[in-house]
């Protein structure tokens, strides 16, 4: 049965904050633990190009994350998300039988329904923004965050 708790999703908010440090994520525990939300808040790269309406929110779609233009940093953010809690992310369904079985049901979205992601460089750069791999950055923080735990 679907299910993730209290301490894994704050592995997942300290994982996505060892990864991430320049962006903001809130990363909440919804519908009774059947599922986490992860929203990219704010960042130093412009997403809005992901944006299709305009207005500052975006819901992603997991299983089609290459068709973003920022592919690569969703992709690290989403490999965060599976493997950063202790409950691994598995998915066993079956929509042929009308059998689901996943750990936990998961959302990422670029910004909030009620506040626009914000473009907010870090207060310590100087000069142009240096783009990070994310995907080593995400390694990285999830071999952190199993040494810790």
């Known amino acids: 049965m679907a299910y993730i708790n209290t301490q894994d999703v704050a592995k997942i908010r300290n994982a996505l904050k060892i990864a991430f440090p320049d962006f903001k994520f809130s990363v909440r525990k919804q519908n009774g633990g059947l599922s986490v939300d992860v929203a990219i808040v704010s960042g130093p790269i412009d ?49 042929m039988t009308d059998y689901f079985d996943v750990a936990f049901y998961y959302h990422i979205n670029v910004g909030a329904w009620n506040k626009p992601y914000e473009v907010k460089f870090p207060k310590k750069s100087k000069g142009v923004y240096q783009i990070p791999d994310f995907n080593s950055e995400a390694k990285n923080a999830l071999a952190i965050t199993e040494l810790a735990a």
């Open 47 to 95: 997403l809005s190009s992901d944006i299709p309406h305009g207005n500052g929110y975006a819901q992603l779609n997991p299983y089609y994350l290459e068709r973003y233009e920022w592919s690569k940093f969703y992709e690290a953010v989403d490999m965060v998300v599976r493997l950063a809690p202790s409950k691994k992310y598995y998915n066993n369904s079956d929509a």
